[in-house]
T-cell receptor
């Protein structure tokens, strides 16, 4: 199956610092990548949709200046949490869209647990 | 707007038994995909099974099968011969066919426990 990596798997940072999370599709080129946030015992909440070479599309209520997304290639997207605060602590998950012919599926990275002190 | 509903927040099954997880959805589209994803304690989202709406035949992947009822907008997941490793959160998801963005619509999930 298609593999998506995410790095780092966990990070602890001080309030006010910035944190970058990388998402890579290892064995396929992703037309689109997605960033989700997941609170404990809840479903995934879509934050933004990222297409290679273009600006990300953010969901309502997500601050684009706080959550910077860069999609430099068909295999790499990054999420930067700028000036992180304790309320940004969460589990962040990326996914990559593999679409070929009549098949269209998202494959997920293992997630990143962010703790802001 | 499309919605996905999982009416069972928690389910429990005895090891080696069969369990069915429910999912209903709402859409005005005729072509779409439906998925079941599994999220074990590691929190890695794993694709369990996929169904294309235009296919009448129910998808099957080893011990996992679906009962896809398009008219009723129902998409249940059956797990046969349940194993301890099946314990996880299960999310039902909808994807519009040919959508420009391809974003999934998730249900709230069902937590499955497997008793030894």
């Amino acid at each position: 199956g298609a593999v998506v990596s995410q790095h780092p798997s966990w990070v602890i940072c001080k309030s006010g610092t910035s944190v970058k999370i990388e998402c890579r599709s290892l064995d396929f080129q992703a037309t689109t990548m997605f960033w989700y946030r997941q609170f404990p015992k809840q479903s995934l909440m879509l934050m933004a949709t990222s297409n290679e070479g273009s600006k990300a599309t953010y969901e309502q209520g997500v601050e684009k200046d706080k959550f910077l997304i860069n999609h430099a290639s068909l295999t790499l997207s990054t999420l930067t949490v700028t000036s992180a605060h304790p309320e940004d602590s969460s589990f962040y998950i990326c996914s990559a869209r593999w679409a070929s012919g009549s098949l269209d599926t998202q494959y997920f990275g293992p997630g990143t647990r962010l703790t802001v002190l | 707007a499309q919605t996905v509903t999982q009416s069972q927040p928690e389910m429990s099954v005895q090891e080696a038994e069969t369990v069915t997880l429910s999912c209903t959805y709402d859409t005005s589209e005729s072509d779409y995909y439906l998925f079941w994803y599994k999220q074990p304690p590691s929190r890695q989202m794993i694709l369990v099974i996929r169904q294309e709406a235009y296919k009448q035949q129910n998808a099957t992947e080893n011990r996992f099968s679906v009962n896809f009822q398009k008219a009723a907008k129902s998409f249940s997941l059956k797990i046969s011969d349940s194993q301890l490793g099946d314990a996880a959160m299960y999310f039902c998801a909808y994807l519009e066919y040919g959508g420009s963005q391809g974003n999934l619509i998730f249900g709230k999930g069902t937590k499955l426990s497997v008793k030894p």
